[in-house]
């Protein structure tokens, strides 16, 4: 059983940057189907970055060109880059992990494991 832990939100202002880590430990994951998601107030939880073991990757239309999402299989860590942060990006953003060799794809369907989530506030 793989544990997920996501690391790097906070309170940032419009335009800003950060950089989110999901350490996994307890097995690899350099071949699983890697995702954020993210959950807003009152929102349901939506998919936002997917990455495969191919490091293909797949994004949320609304999110494509400011996220990026990458991995480090040596350090078995999932990152997410965003850039130009806007107030509407505000949520509670998770990792999750999905099945071995599965292609890039958004959606809950696709996973099945996640980390307890960490919160990112950004001010208008």
Known sequence: QVQLVESGGGLVQTGDSL???CAATGRSIDT?????????????????AAIDWRDTTSYLDSVTGRFTISRDNFKNTLYLQINSLKPEDTAVYYCAVGAIGTPAALGLNFFDSWGQGTQVTVSS
């Open 19 to 21: 950089r989110l880590s």
């Open 32 to 48: 699983n189907l890697m995702g954020w998601f993210r959950q807003a107030p009152g929102k349901e939880r939506e998919s936002v």
